[in-house]
């Protein structure tokens, strides 16, 4: 009967996603404010059916039901609990439910904390919001229920992929959700005010907050996957390019121009017709990662085995939304009126040079991508593109945008000084340079360019702390004056300071684990030791382990260094029975100056076993910088003029002498 109820509230939330997608936009063109004002209620309405229809469906996991064919597929009675939650969405239709429930969510949100948008915009956005959650509710109805029910039911289910019984796939998958669903309000308020022809700077304002939550859940639901795939598949990888991978990290990229780009529509009232396409961009390349997942054209272990009929219905829908809001953007965007002029050596000189070499990082990564399917599909053949094209088109672009990160801050709205912002980073390019060599002096191996990599984004970090310290005087003012700017400088301030910074440790760990990256392979048998990086590893033997679902043989390995003890590690093989699958349980041991990796495989002749060590200098500091770039989003987000938008402009005061004059 609970399963009955859930589909039932999925009928009902479509219902009122299409009188949400209709009444108030008519509304909002007749001048009719009764019919606007319907906006929030079928928001508020939407939202409550699609969260009932979410816990249904959980309480079905959470009680085994295996009525439910969805449960019966991907549940099983002896599954822990946290993974018994998180299989609602390790499936597609459960997913799709979480998917529609983000994105009721979103509206919801505005049309709570939207009192400081015109009536007739917030209606329109939300009526934009109903027309696509209308289409994955259709979606999810007709060819994807998660209420199916199974005569007679099963004792036990089939249980949940092993490899995504893990706490990070438990978190990773809605972390990613809120990214790419929060984009749907940036392409909701740009759809919009195509609509209604008007973007102005207020309007800016509007979208950044929305942009910079979806960009920061996002950051984290990459930096979670990519840590997961790191400690679970047994491959010592922190990215792998996957098509999978590349469709979550595209959105990312084209929302990290918006962010970028809407900062100059806010500021100089210029670029508004660039940033209304990328907002229209950034979810578009969303629905095609839901595309890609969920279509059967791709094989990863990221990927939803679907049927292509799904993917057909999904593509219908991309079709739709993609072509109709570029269709909408070609009309209407050459009547939008030009902003404010600025000089290319300015602050907006340099946003707009970061928005050119990130469209270019983005246009690679989608050509790598989406080429070898499109092929595959007209039959001209398999095609690989794998990490050589990535690394040779993706980070030469990347190097001038991170060298310029570091320069644009230091430059003025409308016309800056380029050598006198040179002049204030020598000591931030004094820095580098003593970094770089300190790298050439204590590394002797490894790719010659990775020394200036580290040099670069040093570059980065000392640049961001030093532009903060000149907003506060810091050591040139007393330090009450100091004290007294640092309370009342803008959050957003704060938040970019924090997220260059992070982007640039980020940086140093994915070139320190890229070129000084220690990887051997061994036959062991209970005795033998290994030496990798320093440490020397013995092998202590194997022995067997009972989980709550699975059975496991586990290597223990004792390490020292200098022949002192460091730590004792225990790699193992897991072997579930429901569904039949072994997986591998990497031992780490992590400290901030690298990773001591080690996975133990199939038995070899001789009673041995194949060993795998490999040491991950600096890696940790990927998944430090990209929280610490996620943080200084929640600093900027937490600023109180993104909360309450762009003021309204009021009519300056007639003098009544004057008022007379003209009646």
Not at 34 to 44: D, E, G, S, Y
Not at 439 to 467: D, K, M, N, Q, Y
Request: hydrophobic share 55%; with cysteine.
């Amino acid at each position: 009967m609970i399963a009955e109820f859930g589909h039932f509230a999925l009928a009902l939330a479509l219902v009122i996603s299409l009188a949400q997608a209709t009444l108030p936009l008519i509304g909002a063109q007749r001048g009719d404010a009764v019919w606007v004002a319907l906006a929030r209620p079928f928001a508020l309405g939407q939202f409550l059916c699609i969260a009932v229809a979410f816990a249904a469906l959980t309480y079905a996991y959470l009680v085994s039901d295996f009525s439910v064919v969805n449960v019966a597929r991907n549940s099983h009675s002896a599954k822990p609990l946290l993974y018994k939650i998180s299989g609602v969405w390790g499936n597609h239709e459960g997913s799709m439910v979480l998917w529609v429930l983000m994105l009721s969510l979103f509206g919801l949100l505005v049309a709570l904390a939207g009192n400081n948008l015109p009536p007739t915009l917030r209606a329109r956005v939300l009526a934009i919001q109903a027309w696509i959650g209308a289409g994955f509710l259709a979606f999810i109805l007709l060819t994807s229920n998660p209420f199916e029910r199974i005569f007679p039911p099963p004792v036990d289910g089939n249980g949940l992929n092993p490899i995504l019984q893990d706490p990070g796939l438990a978190f990773h998958p809605p972390f990613l959700y809120l990214g790419y669903v929060g984009f749907s309000i940036a392409f909701s308020f740009a759809v919009a005010a195509l609509i209604e022809g008007r973007v102005d700077p207020a309007w800016a304002r509007w979208v950044r907050p929305w942009t910079l939550a979806a960009w920061c859940a996002l950051t984290v639901g990459i930096a979670l996957g990519s840590y997961w795939a790191y400690y679970e598949l047994g491959w010592g990888g922190w990215w792998f390019w996957d098509p999978v991978e590349n469709a979550s990290f595209m959105p990312w990229l084209a929302g990290t121009a918006l962010l970028h780009s809407a900062a100059v529509a806010e500021k100089r009232d210029a670029l508004k017709s660039w940033t209304i396409l990328l907002a229209i961009i950034a979810f578009s390349l969303s629905l095609i990662g839901t595309f890609l997942v969920r279509s059967g054209v791709l094989t990863s272990v990221h990927a939803f085995a679907t049927d292509p009929q799904r993917g057909l219905f999904i593509l219908l829908l991309l079709v739709v939304a993609i072509g109709g809001s570029l269709t909408l953007y070609a009309i209407r965007a050459p009547r939008l009126k030009l902003g404010g002029l600025f000089h290319p050596v300015s602050r907006e000189g340099g946003l707009v040079l970061n928005n050119l070499l990130l469209s270019t990082a983005l246009a690679t990564v989608f050509l790598g991508t989406l080429y070898p399917l499109f092929l595959d599909a007209i039959g001209a053949g398999k095609v690989s593109v794998g990490a050589p094209y990535f690394n040779t088109t993706f980070v030469p672009v990347m190097v001038p945008l991170v060298a310029a990160m570091a320069i644009g801050p230091m430059l003025a709205w409308k016309r800056g000084d380029l050598a006198g912002a040179l002049g204030r980073l020598k000591f931030a390019f004094a820095t580098a340079v003593a970094v770089t060599a300190l790298c050439f002096a204590l590394v002797a191996r490894g790719p010659v360019l990775a020394p200036l990599g580290i040099g670069l984004a040093t570059w980065v970090i000392a640049a961001s702390l030093l532009e903060f310290a000149e907003r506060i005087q810091l050591f040139t003012a007393p330090a009450a004056e100091t004290w007294r700017r640092m309370r009342n400088l803008p959050r957003a301030s704060y938040g970019m300071t924090i997220a260059h910074a992070g982007m640039g440790i980020a940086i140093i760990g994915m070139v320190a684990v890229s070129a000084w990256r220690v990887e051997v392979v061994q036959a062991m048998r209970p005795g033998d030791i290994v030496a990798a990086a320093g440490f020397t590893l013995r092998f202590e033997g194997m022995r067997e382990l009972q989980g709550p679902n699975y059975r496991a043989e586990a290597g223990s390995f004792t390490v020292t260094r200098n022949g002192g003890l460091v730590t004792r590690l225990d790699a193992e093989r897991r072997f579930f029975t429901d569904p039949a699958q072994l997986t591998t349980e990497a031992a780490i041991r992590s400290t901030l100056l690298g990773d001591l990796y080690v996975a133990i495989g199939d038995e070899a002749p001789g009673q041995m076993r194949t060993v795998r060590v490999w040491y991950n200098p600096l890696v940790v500091w990927i998944w430090l910088g990209a929280v610490i770039m996620a943080l200084g989003g929640v600093v900027s987000l937490s600023d109180r003029r993104l909360r309450i938008g762009a003021p309204a402009r009021r009519r300056a005061a007639v003098p009544a002498g004057a008022a007379s004059a003209g009646a």
